[in-house]
């Protein structure tokens, strides 16, 4: 089954969605330019999108949905390889890896090297993982530029840095990562395990690594959360449900671990 590739915000246009003020699609408005010079303007408030076609065979194809922030995993790959898959995690996807399999994780360099923040879904096509299908599906990620995310930081305000922080959590048991109905995982015991949590101050140390995102343009259309960041952070639903979305400049930068 073929379907079409789906860039930016709107159907079937081609490149890079570019708008003349914040949220403004380059459709409906003419992008403005930073110099006089005319021909030879600079279009403001670039959005960079990258399309990446992932499978599963199982639920979690269903995971990964608009406005959420992804993790991509980092593999080494053959040139040339025809329909090459990757790997992207939601949040809570990324924090119930770290915690199911703490084993792999001893300490943060190791998880870095395999893993890194890379963009927020714009779009998605495809996904059927019925019986007799299994498609792939091809999801759009804004990797820098003006965009829309989940709330998972808490309270904020406009012109604030916000960060990924890598830390070391207590999980009691009982903790639940819940991801659909029918769908989740416990803790049987307690757990310290690393895990990936929002901040708006930026943490280093041996035990802590924070990782700048980008910078908030507008809240004042944000509601508070009512809920912890925390528990959003292992909750699919409750991110979907409680995580108001806003607008960001993303720009991911390179984390920097202490020496």
Same mark, same amino acid.
């Given at each position: 089954?073929?379907?079409?590739?789906? *860039?930016?915000?709107?159907?079937?246009?081609?490149?890079?969605?570019?708008?003349?003020?914040?949220?403004?699609?380059?459709?409906?408005?003419?992008?403005?330019? !930073?110099?006089?010079?005319?021909?030879?303007?600079?279009?403001?408030?670039?959005?960079?999108?990258?399309?990446?076609?992932?499978?599963?065979?199982?639920?979690?194809?269903?995971?990964?949905?608009?406005?959420?922030? !992804?993790?991509?995993?980092?593999?080494?790959?053959?040139?040339? +390889?025809?329909?090459?898959?990757?790997?992207?995690?939601?949040? $809570?996807?990324?924090?119930?890896?770290?915690?199911?399999?703490?084993?792999?994780?001893?300490?943060?360099?190791?998880?870095? #090297?395999?893993?890194?923040?890379?963009?927020?879904?714009?779009?998605?096509?495809?996904?059927? =993982?019925?019986?007799?299908?299994? +498609?792939?599906?091809?999801?759009?990620? =804004?990797?820098?530029?003006?965009?829309? =995310?989940?709330?998972?930081?808490?309270?904020?305000?406009?012109?604030?840095? /916000?960060? /990924?922080?890598?830390?070391?959590?207590?999980?009691?048991?009982?903790?639940?990562?819940?991801?659909?109905?029918?769908?989740?995982?416990?803790?049987? *015991? #307690?757990?310290? !395990?690393?895990?990936?949590?929002?901040?708006?101050?930026?943490?280093?140390?041996?035990?802590?690594?924070?990782?700048?995102?980008?910078? !908030?343009?507008?809240?004042?259309?944000?509601?508070?959360?009512?809920?912890?960041?925390?528990?959003?952070?292992?909750?699919? $639903?409750?991110?979907?449900?409680?995580?108001? +979305?806003?607008?960001?400049?993303?720009?991911?930068?390179?984390?920097? /671990?202490?020496?």
């Amino acid at each position: 089954m073929q379907f079409p590739l789906y *860039e930016g915000r709107v159907n079937a246009f081609s490149g890079p969605t570019m708008g003349s003020a914040p949220g403004v699609e380059s459709t409906l408005q003419t992008p403005s330019t !930073v110099t006089s010079i005319p021909g030879h303007g600079i279009q403001s408030n670039h959005t960079i999108n990258h399309h990446y076609l992932t499978r599963s065979h199982g639920p979690a194809a269903g995971f990964l949905n608009t406005g959420q922030l !992804v993790f991509v995993h980092k593999k080494k790959s053959p040139l040339r +390889q025809s329909a090459q898959t990757t790997a992207l995690l939601n949040l $809570p996807m990324m924090n119930y890896h770290l915690c199911k399999d703490a084993d792999r994780y001893s300490d943060m360099q190791t998880i870095l #090297d395999l893993f890194c923040p890379q963009g927020i879904i714009v779009n998605k096509q495809g996904g059927d =993982t019925s019986a007799t299908t299994k +498609q792939g599906t091809i999801v759009n990620c =804004t990797v820098a530029g003006w965009c829309e =995310t989940m709330n998972i930081w808490g309270h904020f305000a406009d012109g604030d840095t /916000l960060y /990924l922080t890598l830390k070391k959590a207590h999980l009691p048991s009982g903790t639940k990562f819940i991801f659909g109905p029918g769908n989740s995982y416990t803790l049987e *015991e #307690d757990k310290h !395990v690393w895990q990936f949590t929002g901040d708006t101050s930026p943490s280093f140390g041996l035990d802590a690594c924070s990782i700048s995102i980008g910078r !908030v343009f507008r809240s004042r259309r944000l509601q508070t959360v009512a809920t912890p960041s925390t528990r959003i952070t292992r909750d699919l $639903p409750m991110m979907v449900i409680h995580g108001k +979305q806003f607008e960001l400049f993303l720009n991911i930068l390179r984390p920097r /671990l202490p020496i």
